[in-house]
């Protein structure tokens, strides 16, 4: 695939018609001409590109007040369609979109990330990487959780015998001193 979906901002702090967009990218060596390639939304909504090129290695940002696609904050699904009608890309998140968060690309997965860069490479946080890692990895997170269940157990186990040695050593004591 050379020309992607890179980037969705559907949620921006403010109006959303006026920070809302698209981000393609060209990941080719070669320019493509644009022209009658056409972007499509969840419900149906077209937006057909005009007069437009992406240069190799490139971002387009389209932006919701030339597309007048209103990108949902709840769950959207953005297509990428060629002039030939041929689907190119198609990206989707479920659930709320954060206000101010991205949805971009890296390598072939999605990320949501604070940064937010229309018009350039994507950027994330490491944090954001780690946290959608871990989620990502769901098997290894539930091996984790038993054996911290188990470390609380062990703890609560050795306060009651500590508890109940010392109540011992004390009720011996008591009984010396009758
Ligand atoms: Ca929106
Ligand atoms: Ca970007």
Redesign the pocket.
Known sequence: MVVVINEIF??PKGK?SEG?FIEIYNNGKDKVNLLGWRIEDKSGKKFVLKNKEIQGDNFLSLKQEETKI????NGESVFLYSKEGKLIDKKEFFGVAEEGKSFARKGEKFFWTEKVTEGKANEFTEEILKDNFSTAQGEEKYLVRPVVIDAVLAGVAVSVIMAFVAALILSKFIKAEE
Do not use: K, V
């Not at 209103?70 to 904050?73: A, D, I, M, T, V």
């Open positions: 559907p949620n959303d809302e209103s990108l949902n904050n």
